[in-house]
């Protein structure tokens, strides 16, 4: 699968303020998605983020709020988001087919909707250090689930880069002055 702007969606999935004190890796994971949607945004690839019973947990943590810029929410009580049936039908009527899909708990909510993602036909990309759980290990077990049934793993600059396409445009020196001139090198989770 060669991730592309036009068929793009960059999904959030339950980076909530209730769950963050508690996840392993949640300020990486935090810092990748706002970084990923920042891009997405400038290349005009829809953002959306789910809450997980936001009344119990919390909504969105602040500081990804503060990050995004538009983008569209959508709240939910499966675990699988593409089982909340106004959010199967938006995305269907998106004309989305690919999903990068990141957030929080990697081995319950992320793993449930990749897996209704590629069930109903998208392609679905796992952004590797944005993928967190309480314990490393489950989120390292949530990727190899994923993948095996047919996910990808990615990360944050290979599907910006992919996305981009070319750098002879104007749109990506904005860019890359922008968000990718002096990008900090953090560590990958190689599950």
């Known amino acids: 699968m060669r991730l592309t702007r036009d068929a ?3 999904l959030i999935v339950d980076l909530q303020a209730g769950l963050m004190p508690v996840v392993d890796g949640g300020e990486q994971a935090l810092r990748e998605a706002g ?24 909504g969105s943590d602040p500081r990804l709020l503060e990050a995004l ?3 569209r929410r959508w709240e939910k009580v499966h675990f ?23 957030g929080a708990e990697a081995h319950i909510c992320v793993l449930q909707t990749g897996l209704g993602l590629l069930a109903a036909g998208y392609e679905v990309a796992w952004l590797s250090e944005a993928a967190v759980s309480r314990r490393a290990d489950e989120a390292a077990l949530a990727r190899r689930r994923l993948e095996a049934a047919g996910g990808q793993a990615v990360s944050a600059d290979m599907v910006a880069y992919e996305w981009l396409e070319r750098c002879d445009e104007a749109r990506f ?4 002055r922008r968000f990718l001139k002096g990008r900090a090198p953090r560590p990958l989770r190689f599950f």
Do not use: N
């Open 69 to 71: 810029g538009a983008h």
């Open 173 to 176: 020196k904005d860019i890359h």
């Open 8 to 10: 793009g969606l960059l």
């Open 80 to 102: 699988d988001a593409h089982a909340e049936p106004a959010f199967a039908e938006a995305l269907a009527a998106s004309g989305r087919r690919q999903v990068v899909l990141c």
């Open 35 to 58: 970084w990923l949607a920042g891009v997405a945004e400038a290349l005009g690839v829809p953002v959306w983020l789910t809450e997980q019973y936001p009344a119990g947990l919390g």
